[in-house]
């Protein structure tokens, strides 16, 4: 049963942290407005759809912004307990600052879960919709495609194109099927290639096979290891309709993975967003004990702008840290699990020994 003590830091630490993620929300969206203003103006954009943007990008930017509002919080909630001498007092009836503890620790485990869920019911869909809005009703982009069943179709200016993979960040194209039409819906040629990329504004493909399809007669087909392939699509035409990680929750992403590993693609890059999308909202836990940590350190100085400051600086090197990770694991360079992984591990240990050295 959970004690008036635990109720009233439990409280506190609540309202601190409701305080604490609107206003670093708020924040977010006013730096956001003012960096996206021209494209706003240049596109004619009305307020509805400004609004609208905004509006749909709140629960990607609540998530995001939870770690550091659930550090600040802790430091917030037992910086002021340690400078009012109320933990001194609860040491003195036998109460441990382990113990003064679990409720914040509790109540980061349950908003760590949480953010899981928003990011697996709500941001998926309020990303897709914050592209939409952008690309198709402000910057008045064509959606000529369409992603189901975890590939890419889309109807080109000369063909009709399904793709297994689109890496938007490298410009490649993976099992890529190019029908073309003649004006009675006819196939008359079709392309399958491995590979292509993007360079020096072509397509280059690789491992082609071209087959044509002559009025009369039999399908001539012809091999092809590399060529330059004329078609007028360019990487942003395909970005429209491709769904990236963000856009997917933690099941959908999994089956796509599991549907790229099956036809042979390489899904490193899925692979290591898929445990971030796990790693990240856990990291909460780890930065509710180090803001514990750093607001105890000195009891009796009342230092709470020095201890805000340096855990500031802790939750930014989080960022950092996870960031810098993460771009390893999508490169290649770190496994998958270990690069989304990493940051959470550093940070776990960082807190586990701070907590361990601070007097109880």
Same mark, same amino acid.
């Given at each position: &049963? ?12 609540? %309202?601190?942290?409701?305080?604490? #993620? #609107? ?5 977010? *969206?006013?730096?956001? =407005?003012?960096? %996206? ?16 943007? !905004? ?9 995001? &912004? ?20 109320? @933990? ?10 382990? %113990? ?34 952008? @690309? ?27 793709i297994a993979v689109f890496d938007?960040?490298?410009?490649? @194209? ?10 009675? &819906? ?21 491992? *082609?096979? #071209? ?39 933690f099941g959908e992403l999994k089956?796509y993975i599991a549907k790229l ?24 836990? =780890? ?20 201890? #805000? ?20 694991? %999508? ?15 550093? !940070?776990?240990? @960082?807190?586990?020994?701070? *907590? ?5």
């Amino acid at each position: &049963m959970m004690s008036v003590i635990d109720r009233y830091i439990l409280k506190e630490f609540l %309202r601190t942290f409701c305080l604490i #993620i #609107i206003s670093l929300a708020a924040l977010y *969206l006013i730096v956001d =407005f003012f960096e %996206r203003i021209r494209m706003f103006v240049s596109n004619k954009a009305t307020f509805s759809q400004i609004a609208a943007y !905004f509006i749909f990008s709140i629960p990607t930017i609540v998530t995001q &912004m939870i770690p550091i509002s659930v550090l600040l919080s802790s430091l917030v909630t037992f910086g002021i307990l340690s400078k009012n001498s109320e @933990l001194t007092a609860l040491k003195a009836n036998g109460i441990s600052l382990y %113990r003064s503890s679990l409720s914040i620790i509790a109540a980061s485990v349950g908003i760590a879960f949480f953010s899981f869920l928003v990011s697996e019911l709500a941001t998926p869909h309020s990303n897709q919709k914050v592209k939409h809005i952008k @690309l198709i009703e402000i910057q008045k982009r064509q959606q000529l495609g369409t992603f189901t069943q975890n590939e890419i179709w889309y109807r080109g200016k000369k063909a009709i194109y399904n793709i297994a993979v689109f890496d938007p960040v490298r410009g490649i @194209l993976r099992g890529i099927r190019i029908s073309y039409l003649d004006h009675d &819906m006819n196939l008359v040629k079709r392309i399958d290639a491995k590979e292509a990329y993007w360079k020096n504004g072509k397509w280059i493909f690789h491992n *082609l096979l #071209i087959t044509t399809f002559p009025e009369d007669g039999f399908p001539l087909i012809n091999k092809i290891t590399s060529s330059v392939i004329d078609i007028p699509e360019k990487p942003a035409d395909f970005l429209i309709v491709q769904k990236d990680t963000d856009e997917m929750g933690f099941g959908e992403l999994k089956e796509y993975i599991a549907k790229l590993q099956a036809e042979g693609y390489d899904a490193t890059r899925y692979l290591t967003d898929l445990h971030g999308k796990i790693a990240f909202p856990l990291v909460s836990v =780890f930065l509710a004990v180090l803001g514990l940590c750093f607001s105890c350190r000195s009891e009796r100085s009342g230092g709470i702008a020095q201890s #805000i400051g340096i855990g500031v600086i802790i939750g930014l090197s989080y960022w950092i840290v996870f960031a810098f990770s993460i771009s390893l694991g %999508r490169s290649g360079a770190l496994s998958p699990f270990f690069s989304a992984w990493a940051a959470n591990i550093i !940070f776990g240990l @960082l807190s586990i020994g701070m *907590l361990m050295r601070i007097r109880t």
